[in-house]
């Protein structure tokens, strides 16, 4: 069983950053694609970014150019670097995650969430 594994909320004044961290744990898997999502207050869960294993990136339109993801294929790890951070950034930050099992077959699954609230 794959498990996924957040830190880094927190609370950040408007225009402050954050980073999020994700690891993933367990035995004979490799992880494809890692990301995030995240979800607002009474809206639903929404995409923020993922990043496959070629590195290949998509991110949702309202974080580009403030939102950076990263990975770290040893550490089976994927990274969210916020800046510029907004109100409407603020929510539950999920991350999410699919690959391979050896031996044939594939997991996917998602971390507890942590918690981002960007208030002043």
């Known amino acids: 069983q794959v498990q996924l594994v957040e830190s880094g909320g927190g609370l950040v004044q408007p225009g402050g950053s954050l980073r999020l961290s994700c690891a993933a744990s367990?035995?004979?898997?490799?992880?494809?694609?890692m990301g995030w999502f995240r979800r607002a207050p009474d809206l639903q869960r929404e995409l923020v970014a993922t990043?496959?294993?070629?590195?290949?990136?998509k991110n949702a339109e309202s974080v580009k150019g403030r939102f950076t993801i990263s990975r770290d294929n040893a550490k089976n790890s994927v990274y969210l670097q916020m800046e510029s951070l907004k109100p409407e950034d603020a929510g539950v930050y999920y991350c999410?995650?699919?690959?391979?099992?050896?031996?044939?077959?594939?997991?996917?699954?998602w971390g507890q969430g942590t918690q981002v609230t960007v208030s002043s």
């Open positions: 367990g035995s004979g898997f490799s992880v494809d694609v």
């Open positions: 990043i496959a294993s070629d590195g290949a990136i």
């Open positions: 999410v995650g699919e690959g391979f099992l050896r031996g044939g077959g594939t997991w996917s699954g």
